[in-house]
T-cell receptor, first 114, second 113 residues
Framework: NAGVTQTPKFQVLKTGQSMTLQCAQDMNHNSMYWYRQDPGMGLRLIYY???????DKGEVPNGYNVSRLNKREFSLRLESAAPSQTSVYFC?????????????FGEGSRLTVL | AQSVTQLDSQVPVFEEAPVELRCNYS??????LFWYVQYPNQGLQLLLKYLSGSTLVESINGFEAEFNKSQTSFHLRKPSVHISDTAEYFC???????????FGRGTSLIVHP
């Protein structure tokens, strides 16, 4: 059982370049999330999707866009990367919108913007 | 709005010693509480959770946490740590109409031989 799969695991970009982080889950979960993790800051929510066809902003959405492609896949796009977006990005999923908050995480995507 | 405070950013301890990682939350309604663990270069995984019922919850690898409503705390404890427990630990809270958990900033547990 793969759980939550993220690609790529590592990426180096130059300022101004664009890229998309891919996330897929095979647990038939309804809700999916994108977090970023920075030293001393914990996890901060970028965007989430409560169910297929819906997306909402989280705590730090500026500079990002998302697409809930189908029930399994939730992508995160950086249109014009900035050094401040250097971070480790985690995708997560949960069963339903009424879920108690238990999330299942991918292994992370480490992004460096030069 | 909910918030979580993890009082220690780093906790060094010797192997086989006891450890406590502190977590306080603020919420005016019923909450669900979680501890997640992140081993080096991995994603987070659920360690234990409090949803309702007994205020003392345990994990399969010897950790336990106690929900204290009056002190709004959910501290994580282990009576004897191993080198393999070295990891980052995150406390999280959800509930009160918001199913999305809010995470603390994390506590790095460093177990020395």
């Amino acid at each position: 059982n793969a759980g939550v799969t993220q690609t790529p695991k590592f990426q180096v970009l130059k300022t101004g370049q664009s890229m998309t982080l891919q996330c897929a889950q095979d647990m038939n979960h309804n809700s999916m999330y994108w977090y970023r993790q920075d030293p001393g800051m914990g996890l901060r929510l970028i965007y989430y999707s409560a169910s297929e066809g819906t997306t909402d902003k989280g705590e730090v959405p500026n500079g990002y866009n998302v697409s809930r492609l189908n029930k399994r896949e939730f992508s995160l796009r950086l249109e014009s990367a900035a050094p401040s977006q250097t971070s480790v990005y985690f995708c997560a999923s949960s069963e339903t919108a009424e879920n108690t908050g238990e999330l299942f995480f991918g292994e992370g995507s480490r992004l460096t913007v030069l | 709005a909910q918030s979580v405070t993890q009082l220690d950013s780093q906790v060094p301890v010797f192997e086989e010693a006891p450890v406590e990682l502190r977590c306080n939350y603020s919420s005016s309604v019923s909450v669900y509480l979680f501890w997640y663990v992140q081993y080096p270069n991995q994603g987070l995984q659920l360690l234990l959770k409090y949803l309702s019922g007994s205020t003392l919850v345990e994990s399969i690898n010897g950790f336990e946490a106690e929900f204290n409503k009056s002190q709004t705390s959910f501290h994580l404890r282990k009576p004897s740590v191993h080198i393999s427990d070295t990891a980052e630990y995150f406390c999280a809270v959800s509930g009160g109409g918001s199913y999305i958990p809010t995470f603390g900033r994390g506590t790095s547990l460093i177990v020395h031989p």
